[in-house]
């Protein structure tokens, strides 16, 4: 698969489908989940015309691994060196739950003079609960705020994975390759850390182009309602929740997630 080096020397792996001449899409996946995650996309953007880039970032799928760079910051440069390195402009940038905060992340540090539009994928803006932002990662509260993600992503038990079907199990094991391994190591649990106490709703407010906010009605770490309160913070947002979904909607409702996706890309 082909690469490209960060400024600080780490290559990140990416994979490429559809027209070269074509609209670019980025699709970034979240954490611990490969490019490959995104194979549903990639076939659907590539039959509408799109030049389909999809990103693994440091320390997941093919990339590498490096002893540094474990936050999100980090993360966010690395986007904008993937989009510098391919000269890349008028850019979607399709984020899934962690990537969807890299987007944030990248906006923050660069602005949008890359950017046509965003798609952030059932990641709410800020995972820690408040009075003004009931819509975080259930049951994360100041009180647990250095202590919750520490050791892993934990469950929150609100939906089992047997409730959504052997159609959407098979679909999510398929994807990440049988399943994800939940032992992390430190610099995963750095990353992991850093992400769960990151607040991106000032970059979201800020951003002057378009952003689709996407939530599975079912999914397993926060109140769908996330995306519509999400979509009111920015400028120009609009929100669609995906009946019969969960956190990984792009994977576990594939045609019903492309059809929103072209949708918006179409009206653009």
Same mark, same amino acid.
């Given at each position: 698969?082909?690469?490209?080096?960060?400024?600080?020397?780490?290559? &990140?792996?990416?994979?490429?489908?559809?027209?070269?001449?074509?609209?670019?899409? #980025? @699709?970034?996946?979240?954490?611990?989940?490969?490019?490959?995650?995104?194979?549903?996309?990639?076939?659907?953007?590539?039959?509408?015309?799109?030049?389909?880039?999809?990103?693994?970032?440091?320390?997941?799928?093919?990339?590498?691994?490096?002893? %540094?760079?474990?936050?999100?910051?980090?993360?966010?440069?690395? @986007?904008?060196?993937?989009?510098?390195? &391919?000269?890349?402009?008028?850019?979607? @940038? #399709?984020?899934?739950?962690?990537?969807?905060?890299?987007?944030?992340?990248?906006?923050?540090?660069?602005?949008?003079?890359?950017?046509?539009?965003?798609?952030?994928?059932?990641?709410? +803006?800020?995972?820690?609960?408040?009075?003004?932002?009931?819509?975080?990662?259930?049951?994360?509260? =100041?009180?647990?705020?250095?202590? &919750?993600?520490?050791?892993?992503?934990?469950?929150?038990?609100?939906?089992?994975?047997?409730?959504?079907?052997?159609?959407? /199990?098979?679909? &999510?094991?398929?994807?990440?390759?049988?399943?994800?391994?939940? =032992? @992390?190591?430190?610099? =995963?649990?750095?990353?992991?850390? !850093?992400?769960?106490?990151?607040?991106?709703?000032?970059?979201? %407010?800020?951003? !002057?182009?378009?952003?689709?906010?996407?939530?599975?009605?079912?999914?397993?770490?926060? +109140?769908?309602?996330?995306?519509?309160? %999400?979509?009111?913070?920015?400028?120009?947002?609009?929100?669609?929740?995906?009946?019969?979904?969960?956190?990984?909607?792009? /994977?576990?409702? +594939?045609?019903?997630?492309?059809?929103? *996706?072209?949708?918006? *890309?179409?009206?653009?």
């Amino acid at each position: 698969m082909p690469t490209i080096r960060t400024d600080d020397g780490v290559r &990140l792996s990416y994979t490429e489908h559809g027209d070269p001449a074509g609209e670019p899409v #980025v @699709l970034i996946a979240g954490f611990k989940a490969a490019a490959t995650s995104w194979k549903p996309q990639q076939k659907a953007l590539a039959a509408a015309g799109y030049r389909v880039l999809s990103l693994d970032r440091r320390g997941h799928g093919l990339s590498d691994r490096p002893t %540094a760079g474990a936050t999100m910051a980090r993360h966010g440069r690395d @986007l904008g060196d993937f989009l510098g390195a &391919l000269a890349l402009s008028r850019v979607v @940038l #399709v984020g899934g739950s962690m990537g969807g905060n890299v987007i944030w992340s990248y906006v923050s540090s660069f602005g949008t003079g890359r950017v046509r539009a965003i798609v952030i994928v059932d990641q709410t +803006p800020k995972m820690l609960n408040a009075a003004d932002w009931p819509f975080g990662f259930y049951g994360y509260t =100041e009180d647990n705020r250095d202590t &919750l993600f520490a050791e892993t992503v934990p469950n929150p038990g609100r939906v089992s994975l047997f409730s959504k079907g052997p159609v959407r /199990i098979a679909r &999510l094991l398929r994807a990440l390759g049988g399943g994800e391994r939940r =032992e @992390l190591s430190e610099l =995963e649990r750095q990353l992991l850390g !850093d992400h769960a106490r990151a607040d991106w709703r000032p970059t979201v %407010a800020a951003a !002057d182009v378009p952003v689709l906010f996407v939530a599975g009605r079912e999914s397993e770490f926060w +109140p769908a309602e996330h995306a519509p309160a %999400a979509a009111s913070l920015a400028r120009r947002g609009t929100a669609v929740l995906l009946a019969h979904d969960g956190h990984a909607a792009n /994977i576990e409702q +594939p045609r019903r997630f492309n059809r929103a *996706l072209l949708r918006f *890309l179409s009206q653009l």
